[in-house]
T-cell receptor, first 114, second 114 residues
Framework: AQSVTQLGSHVSVSEGALVLLRCNYSSSVPPYLFWYVQYPNQGLQLLLKYTTGATLVKGINGFEAEFKKSETSFHLTKPSAHMSDAAEYFCAVIKYSSASKIIFGSGTRLSIRP | DVKVTQSSRYLVKRTGEKVFLECVQDMDHENMFWYRQDPGLGLRLIYFSYDVKMKEKGDIPEGYSVSREKKERFSLILESASTNQTSMYLC?????????????FGPGTRLTVT
């Protein structure tokens, strides 16, 4: 069965510092992986996704993630944090038994210190 | 742009009341979803619909029912609201098979049951 683990429910970084949000997945077949972002009082929106091909995926707002099969990881990074990046971030994996369903991680709240 | 709208942003109901949450999408998506979001638990799927009048239970369907009479509209029903159903409810939609699962979310309804 597919599952997703996000390490750290809350991450705080200084403005301009590197952002690293960790995600590990378990899947018996090659996964399709997603990062979603939820800004305060809003729904989720897709940040980036990995399906096949290049393992380094670029998303919106300067974020990127790298699929590492050997480590079963899909960590999200951004070189320089901005105050507007404060939000909750969810890693997710497709449920292969039903391709329309997504399994979400528990979320990581990112805070940015001035 | 895909737009998913939800009938209310905030709702307060009393224990035992019947509650209707409405969701409408304007992009002709086949799939629609209802999730609840609770701190530390991420998003949990309540029900899923892949076509008009078709529905499938998610991970936590107890205490909920759904209705999909038209393709664009998906309703979540709490037959007899209880305090443990106080939560944020998110609706989402997706194209069948497209993008391997990318979902578009509404802004959410924060329901309080007193």
């Amino acid at each position: 069965a597919q599952s997703v683990t996000q390490l750290g429910s809350h991450v705080s970084v200084s403005e301009g510092a590197l952002v690293l949000l960790r995600c590990n997945y378990s899947s018996s077949v090659p996964p399709y992986l997603f990062w979603y972002v939820q800004y305060p009082n809003q729904g989720l929106q897709l940040l980036l996704k990995y399906t096949t091909g290049a393992t380094l995926v670029k998303g919106i707002n300067g974020f990127e993630a790298e699929f590492k099969k050997s480590e079963t990881s899909f960590h999200l990074t951004k070189p320089s944090a901005h105050m507007s990046d404060a939000a909750e971030y969810f890693c997710a994996v497709i449920k292969y038994s039903s391709a329309s369903k997504i399994i979400f991680g528990s979320g990581t709240r990112l805070s940015i210190r001035p | 742009d895909v737009k998913v709208t939800q009938s209310s942003r905030y709702l307060v109901k009393r224990t035992g009341e019947k509650v209707f949450l409405e969701c409408v999408q304007d992009m002709d998506h086949e799939n629609m979803f209802w999730y609840r979001q609770d701190p530390g638990l991420g998003l949990r799927l309540i029900y899923f619909s892949y076509d008009v009048k078709m529905k499938e239970k998610g991970d936590i369907p107890e205490g909920y029912s759904v209705s999909r009479e038209k393709k664009e509209r998906f309703s979540l029903i709490l037959e007899s609201a209880s305090t443990n159903q106080t939560s944020m409810y998110l609706c989402a939609s997706s194209l069948r098979g497209s993008g391997r699962g990318e979902q578009y979310f509404g802004p959410g309804t924060r329901l309080t049951v007193t």
